[in-house]
């Protein structure tokens, strides 16, 4: 259902909340305010719980799959007992679904009579399939697009290997998002260049740390029309079959039986918390719904639904009543289309300015050390007194930059509408990240906590301010 044709029946629901909340005196952005919104996050379970049902209830939930519209009907439930107007956007989302993946060397240099050599990997997402049986190629490995490209005819009929490391080091000294940048693009754009170079597959290293034979998916960029076989294989597995290569030719048995299906109907979640006094003016707070299917997304991005779902709560546990209404939205499929994101700003175009501000966590449940934002330089300043509550837990910096480019909300900051993002800790994010060990043990209850209280204050700090705070102004690419 849309925004817009919303039953009465919500709206009921919606005025009883709003009834109830207008006998408190709003603080606003009072000091006093925002460390009580803070310490209220801090003793809050709220966001956990929701956490474990999203991931021990439901599990995987890539768009399209019954989990992914399991989970649309879970965070719906959980903000109307709130008491929130909840609406469910509709949008048409991809609808892949993984099948059989196997990889074996079958040939190479100095390979003993019988024996073969198991290669792990999984498919990405978007990626064609090989015959049932499997095809058997030889293998180019290389080390980057100049490589690849300087092999010409010869990449015809074989399957090509991105052996791209990630930087470690990189994403232990804080620069993990960069590190993950430069692995990905060899994800996103490696088998459509080595598809349109006629290839018969293709694989890339997996993106990311540890060192425990993972492989890690995620979208492929492979278009209808010209799916090939799209797999990552394992860093390990990856630098063997980069050291077979070196002895001489090397042929690999792939199988990857992955299913391309007509689009599927699915949802964003929007829960709004009315404003008092400026109602037509939003602020949102938001995480992604989808996850990738091998594991349950608990990082990514279970913690950031769960982080703004509690956002609404902490406000309602205080009785606070925002100026600016507070929009909790839950994307989706921010893995593999955005489709719920270019569906929101669709319906919202005409209405983008009446956006004050964007807040979205999809960096996963590591420490908080403050927001990255790209608010104009000028209006900087105006977030001392938030940047102050924050400080004592540690999460107290402000980052400003020209342009977040998230995924779900790029497209509303190039509309002029500013980002603002959690400035997580991420050294150990990409261990987890796209794996099959992305499961609820690993994320940290108290840092969790301290997302909420970041994520609570900012977003009743935007929903409150007095002065403007600009427009978002992306440079031109
Ligand atoms: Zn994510």
Known sequence: MNRRTRPPVLTLLAASLMSASALAASPGNDPAALVKIRDTALQSDYAWERMADMTDLIGPRLSGSPGAAAAVTQVAEAMRKLGARVSLQPI???HWVRGKETGELVEYRG?????????VLTALGGSGATPDSGLVAPVLVVANFDELKALGSQVKGRIVLFDVPFDQHMAARGLAGQAYG???SYRRDGPRLAAEMGAAAALVRSVGGAAYRLPHTGASGLQENARIPAAAVTA???MLMARLAQRGPLSMRLVLTPKNLPDADSYN?????PGSDRPDEIVIVSGHLDSWDLATGAHDDAAGVASAMAVLDTLKKLDYRPRRTI?????????NGTRGARGYLAAEQANTDKHFGAIESDNGAGRPFGLRSSVAPQSVKLFQPLQAALQPIGAGVFQRQDALQTGDLSGLERAGVPSFAPLIDTSAYFDYHHTAADTLDKVDPDNLRRHVALMTATAWFLANMEQPIGRANVPER
């Open 236 to 238: 390990e597995d990856s």
């Open 327 to 335: 929009r909790m939205i839950a994307w989706m499929n921010e893995e």
């Open 111 to 119: 390979r003993p009579a019988g024996v073969t050599q198991n290669v």
């Open 92 to 94: 048409k989302v991809p």
């Open 269 to 273: 979640v929007i829960a709004d918390l």
């Open 182 to 184: 430069h692995g990905s």
